[in-house]
C-alpha cells in the first residue's frame, strides 16, 4: 500500500509564492475586479435594448394607424358616409343632451316627457335596425330606413332646442 507521507516530495509541493499567485488568481476569478467594464457593457445593453423596444413601439403603431387608414380607404362611399352620418349625429346628441342630466319629472311638461319617450323609441329602433345590417351591409332599403330614423331623430332633438326643452 502508498504512504500518504511519502506520496509527494518536497519538491512537488509549491513554495509560498507560488501559493500566493495561485490563491490570487482564483479570487480574481471569483470575484472579478473588472466590475466597472461589464457594468458599462450592462448599461449599455439596457439602452441599445430600450431603443429598439421604442422603435419596434412606434413602428407597431404606425403598421397600425396604416392598415386601419387603408381599410377605412377601401369601404364603399356609402359606408363611409353612413359612418360619418352616425358620428355626426352622436357628437350632436352629446353636446345636446345628457341623459343623466336631463330627467323628466312628472310634474314638468307633458310634451317634454313625450319628446323624450319619442326620443328614446328612435334610439332603440336604431339601435334595432343595426343589429340586424351588419356594418358593412350595402342594402339600399336598410339604408333608406337608418337614414329616415336618423333624420327623425334630428328633427327631434332640433325641436327640442328651439322649445327650450333643452338647454344648449
Request: aromatic share 10%.
Amino acid at each position: 500500500m502508498i504512504d500518504p507521507n511519502t506520496f509527494y516530495t518536497k519538491n512537488d509541493l509549491p513554495d509560498d509564492n507560488i501559493k500566493h499567485s495561485m490563491w490570487n488568481s482564483i479570487r480574481q476569478s471569483i470575484f472579478p475586479t473588472g466590475r466597472t467594464k461589464s457594468f458599462v457593457f450592462e448599461r449599455r445593453s439596457f439602452a441599445y435594448g430600450m431603443a429598439a423596444s421604442f422603435v419596434l413601439m412606434f413602428t407597431c403603431i404606425g403598421i397600425y394607424s396604416t392598415v386601419v387608414r387603408i381599410i377605412e380607404v377601401a369601404q364603399p362611399q356609402e359606408i363611409r358616409m353612413e359612418s360619418a352620418y352616425q358620428k355626426a349625429i352622436r357628437e350632436f346628441e352629446n353636446v345636446a343632451l345628457s341623459y343623466d342630466s336631463h330627467r323628466i319629472s312628472p310634474g314638468e311638461n307633458s310634451l317634454t316627457a313625450v319628446k323624450t319617450i319619442q326620443l328614446r323609441y328612435l334610439n332603440n329602433a336604431i339601435d334595432e335596425l343595426k343589429q340586424e345590417t351588419k356594418s358593412n351591409d350595402l342594402s339600399p332599403l336598410k339604408r333608406l330606413r337608418l337614414h329616415e330614423l336618423y333624420n327623425m331623430k334630428l328633427k327631434l332633438l332640433q325641436e327640442m332646442i328651439q322649445q327650450g326643452d333643452i338647454e344648449s
